[in-house]
């Protein structure tokens, strides 16, 4: 309220009525002053604030929507216009320095790995630096990863050494674009269609393959289709799963190296897995291509034998009973069959059914029992029969001589005339033994060798007796087994399976057999034990059968059918062992 000259004025200030000063007097103390200044310099510094804390969210999200949406699906010209519409409304600083750092890093991403613009990648990043010197580059902010390049370009205006968790993450060496991106999840037994962007000089690609582990990369060479290289990398190694390794080089008309996309050394990964939510690989506008469904469920796999009942899997081939990788091929003349089909070499097959060069040596381990093959024997313990040395007789279950009178006695006659006992034909078993083989193969068809074992279960020493019947001990038994070979192979050495043989043989061998007799001396029952004894040699022929697993292994049955001599018998002799050829 104002009065009148002279009258004493008022103001209401603050909710309080106060005295103006009269005229002369200073207008404001300066305790008031003070107070107005400081008043004015908080509401000026809370409105910048208060407005980039309003701007912030809708500059995040800006940056989500142009790189996980625009970004992801190809729309690059859109997500460097909703980045740029954001840097806009920041730049009237009404957003924060970290989150204005954020848009110029996203679209130097943008620039960078989309429209391969380094120059404008480089730039951005500099504004980025400049808004926010500590900004960074977080992979999780793009998707597909971003580009080897870029994030060099990054951390070089940065003046930053990459760290090492970053670089780990990169992906292959070099410039050259290539889809699937490195680490892409891709199912078993599917073909993955590889595409790489056109890069100038370039007339020629190569894509190289592998799966970790193995030594040796498979090339193909990458066709030229609308401008792009493109190769299918075939399901053949892909049946199991596991990380395949790839590289891909673009070379110019001279077959000099352009760029890549990774290297030998360091090259992309994809992981082959039974299962993926991950697409299929596709060239562009076309379906994907099909599954190798046969490969999960084929038999022979890589390594695996192989036989005509038991072939290999697609991409492989059957060698010398082994399955193997069919070579890959551009021309004939890249393969030894001199035959290219579809970019594998025409393999010529060879399992069980087809003749391999055979083994020059085959050693083996055997065990055979002995059977004599009796006919019907009459006076077997009688004078004549041990005086002849067709049988010696002992007590039973002893192999001592009784030179005396008793029950016992082993003098002739040890039987009554008429009870000198008996044996009916049959087969009855004889000694056993152990024999080490050792052939050598003349041809796929013919092997010579020889037999080499020891025999156990021999009976006790022949008798000799003199004129009046009174035994001594004469010869030993001969444990030795020497024995010389002649084989002829129905089928080829050189197959694998069943192989039937016939034989001749000859060599040392002593058969010997003990016989249960029951007879009687005085009238009285006599339990004896009759021995025939065979041998010391044999003449003889044989057939038998050598199952080949594999090239160099096989289990062998063996029937030698024995004519035994000087001291005549029949024996048959079946045998089974292992046998490895070198």
Avoid at 48 to 60: E, G, I, M, S
Wanted: net charge positive; charged share 20%.
């Amino acid at each position: 309220m104002l009065a009148k000259r002279g009258v004493t004025k008022f103001l209401v200030f603050g909710g309080r009525l106060r005295t103006l000063p009269s005229a002369g007097e200073p207008a404001v103390t300066l305790k008031q002053s003070l107070r107005i200044a400081i008043a004015a310099v908080l509401v000026a510094t809370s409105l910048p604030v208060l407005a980039a804390a309003t701007k912030d969210p809708q500059a995040t999200n800006k940056i989500d929507e142009a790189l996980n949406t625009h970004y992801r699906a190809g729309n690059y010209d859109k997500a460097e216009r909703t980045l740029q519409s954001a840097i806009d409304t920041c730049a009237t600083k009404l957003c924060s320095k970290e989150v204005l750092g954020k848009l110029h890093v996203a679209m130097g991403v943008v620039r960078g790995k989309a429209s391969k613009d380094l120059s404008g990648a480089r730039k951005a990043f500099e504004r980025a630096r400049k808004a926010d010197p500590n900004t960074t580059l977080e992979p999780k902010l793009v998707s597909p990863p971003v580009a080897r390049p870029v994030v060099v370009e990054f951390y070089k205006v940065m003046e930053r050494d990459i760290p090492r968790s970053v670089a780990k993450g990169l992906g292959p060496l070099g410039n050259l674009h290539c889809v699937p991106d490195s680490d892409y999840e891709i199912q078993t037994a599917q073909p993955i269609a590889v595409v790489c962007d056109p890069l100038d000089g370039a007339v020629r690609a190569e894509l190289s393959y592998r799966m970790a582990g193995e030594s040796k990369y498979t090339a193909l060479l990458m066709s030229v289709e609308d401008g792009t290289f493109r190769a299918n990398i075939p399901c053949d190694s892909l049946a199991k799963p596991g990380t395949l390794e790839v590289y891909i080089v673009a070379k110019d008309v001279n077959q000099e190296k352009i760029d890549s996309f990774g290297n030998s050394v360091a090259p992309a990964h994809y992981t082959i897995v039974n299962s993926t939510k991950s697409p299929v690989p596709t060239y562009p506008g076309q379906d994907a291509p099909k599954r190798c469904s046969e490969l999960l469920t084929g038999v022979g796999a890589l390594g695996e034998s192989c036989a005509a009942t038991q072939p290999c899997k697609h991409g492989l081939y059957c060698a010398e009973g082994a399955c193997e990788k069919t070579p890959s091929c551009e021309s004939d003349s890249d393969c030894t069959s001199q035959r290219c089909n579809d970019g594998h070499c025409a393999m010529e097959e060879t399992d069980s059914n087809r003749d391999t060069k055979p083994s020059r040596w085959m050693v083996g381990l055997h065990g055979a029992p002995d059977f004599w093959i009796a006919g019907k024997w009459r006076g077997v313990c009688s004078e004549a029969s041990q005086r002849a040395g067709d049988f010696y007789c002992y007590n039973r279950g002893e192999t001592r001589l009784h030179n005396d009178t008793s029950a016992m006695t082993n003098r002739l006659p040890m039987t009554d005339a008429n009870a000198t006992g008996a044996i009916d034909p049959g087969l009855s078993l004889a000694t056993i033994r152990v024999m080490a083989s050792l052939d050598y193969v003349l041809t796929e068809h013919v092997s010579v060798g020889t037999r080499l074992g020891w025999a156990f279960l021999g009976g006790p020493q022949t008798i000799a007796f003199t004129s009046a019947g009174i035994p001594s001990r004469k010869r030993h038994f001969i444990p030795v087994h020497a024995e010389a070979r002649g084989t002829y192979w129905l089928r080829s050495l050189g197959k694998l399976g069943l192989l039937p043989y016939v034989h001749v043989s000859a060599g040392l061998a002593e058969v010997d057999v003990n016989m249960p007799i029951n007879a009687k001396l005085n009238l009285a029952t006599r339990k004896l034990d009759a021995w025939h004894k065979m041998g010391p040699a044999f003449a003889g022929g044989g057939f038998g059968l050598l199952y080949k697993v594999a090239p160099r292994y096989g289990v062998q049955l063996n029937v030698n059918a024995m004519v035994m001599l000087p001291n005549m018998g029949f024996v048959f002799e079946p045998s089974l062992g292992g046998v490895v050829a070198f």
